[in-house]
């Protein structure tokens, strides 16, 4: 264990109040017998939101299963942006802006449709992939197995997320497809070598490094529910989980969720997320990155993920990163960040068409896929859109997700008149209704 790792893993142990001790113990000593029960019980306790995620019929409907089963500091965190969440709600409404203009009497039949497409450098059934989210056994406790599980059913690209909580070999077991790994920018360079060596082992392909969140965007409905990773036990925490039995029932019988990305650190939650805080660093600049595309080598592709700016897409290129990837991380970060699909045009016409680029943020039906490629994006990352599935209903809802996702893709293309989502060209099938 690193000196930092223990130093870390002193301050927390010194940290507990006794409230917060006795609530862990407590769960602790239920846990087992919870266990125990959790075949019988949680089919039972579930059911109502299994309701949901079966009648749902679009994203929005599994959003308010999401947020009818999970505890309020959790759906908070996952529904949330940063400030007045002005970015979020543009990042979703810019969508809504732009039209279509359809061809007809094209011809193409239902089994006339090919959505099939290659990311970065495999190839998908989907122009779309399933992004790296955090701490996904917090929103439900089958967590990012559950999510792999389901990406790898419908043949999906999956990213995970750095501050995973089940183990990397877990989610590459449960989905080969899961090739790319999303990394932090973090003060320790031994630790992210440690973490770049065990991800080459586990079989990820390609790194996909983080650039928008050295700082933490100021998220307030975070804080006016008391969210905490993990959980604090705090009074508003306590009386909040009793409004959402099946949530807190899964949460009580099951392993309690932590970050996996320091995985010999047997210590308690509390000092590792703590410590993964502190790791992060605002300092980290364009040599960190251009260290970090050589450190992954040969591995496979190196991708720049919160790209905004025509000029920062320009010199990543240059710095050696082979894809870009356009985001506002789902309006969490920057207040007022201009929506990513708003920009897709502008760094596509800098960068050339050669270049690969990803984009994501505010996706929530499969014509917003579509729109994006036109658009000029290689490929689109959802985010909320299954991670509402995965809330309401662990692997079946986010089948549930990617299957509406699926259909409305189809469904457009059919509409459209485009028998390849790779011959879509957005010049002269879009345009922008009063786009600010
Ligand atoms: C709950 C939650 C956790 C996230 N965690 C991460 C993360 O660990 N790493 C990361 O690069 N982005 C993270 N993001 C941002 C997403 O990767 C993505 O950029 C964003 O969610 C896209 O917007 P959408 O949710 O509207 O689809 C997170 C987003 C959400 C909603």
Same mark, same amino acid.
């Given at each position: ?38 075949? =019988? ?13 079966? /009648? ?66 495999? /190839? ?25 599980? $389901? $990406? ?76 905490? *990773? ?50 992060? /660093? ?18 496979? /592709? ?10 920062? $897409? ?23 960040? *201009?929506?990513? *699909? ?6 596509? $016409? ?6 690969? =680029? ?62 390849? =989502? ?7 099938? *879009? ?6």
């Amino acid at each position: 264990m690193s000196a930092a790792i223990q130093n870390a893993v002193k301050k927390a142990l010194n940290e507990k109040t006794i409230w917060q001790r006795v609530v862990t113990s407590t769960l602790d000593t239920l846990r087992p017998s919870a266990k125990a029960l959790h075949p =019988i019980l949680m089919p039972v306790l579930d059911r109502l939101s299994m309701h949901r995620v079966h /009648k749902a019929v679009n994203i929005e409907d599994l959003r308010n299963a999401a947020q009818q089963r999970a505890h309020p500091m959790v759906y908070a965190y996952l529904d949330g942006g940063s400030g007045d969440e002005r970015s979020l709600k543009r990042s979703i409404d810019s969508f809504s802006q732009l039209q279509w203009k359809h061809a007809v009497l094209h011809g193409i039949g239902n089994n006339g449709v090919n959505t099939e497409t290659t990311i970065l450098g495999k /190839k998908y059934a989907m122009p779309y992939f399933l992004t790296s989210c955090a701490g996904q056994r917090m929103f439900h406790a089958d967590g990012e197995v559950a999510t792999a599980q $389901a $990406a790898n059913k419908h043949n999906l690209h999956m990213a995970l997320s750095q501050l995973t909580t089940s183990s990397f070999q877990d989610v590459r077991n449960a989905h080969e497809g899961a090739k790319t790994l999303q990394l932090y920018v973090w003060k320790d360079r031994a630790l992210l070598k440690d973490i770049l060596d065990r991800a080459k082992e586990a079989g990820f392909e390609n790194l996909a490094l983080t650039a928008d969140f050295s700082w933490v965007g100021n998220r307030e409905r975070e804080v006016r529910n008391d969210f905490t *990773i993990p959980p604090s036990y705090s009074l508003q925490q306590c009386v909040a989980a009793v409004t959402r039995l099946p949530w807190a029932y899964d949460f009580a019988s099951r392993e309690p969720y932590r970050y996996q990305a320091v995985p010999e650190a047997k210590f308690p939650a509390t000092s590792l997320a703590k410590f993964i805080a502190e790791q992060m /660093k605002p300092e980290f600049n364009w040599t960190d990155a251009e260290w970090l595309c050589k450190e992954w080598g040969n591995q496979g /592709k190196v991708v720049l993920k919160g790209v905004i700016r025509e000029d920062d $897409a320009e010199r990543a290129i240059k710095s050696g990163f082979d894809a870009l990837w356009i985001s506002n991380h789902g309006g969490r970060q920057l207040e007022d960040a *201009i929506s990513p *699909i708003v920009q897709l045009p502008n760094i596509r $016409a800098r960068v050339g068409s050669g270049a690969e =680029i990803i984009v994501d943020g505010g996706i929530r039906r499969g014509s917003d896929v579509v729109k994006a490629i036109a658009l000029g994006a290689n490929s689109v990352a959802i985010g909320r859109a299954y991670l509402y599935g995965l809330t309401a209903g662990g692997y079946t809802g986010v089948d549930k997700a990617l299957q509406i996702i699926n259909t409305d893709v189809k469904l457009t293309m059919g509409l459209m008149g485009y028998s390849s =989502i790779n011959n879509i060209n957005g010049k002269d099938i *879009i345009v922008p209704r009063d786009w600010q």
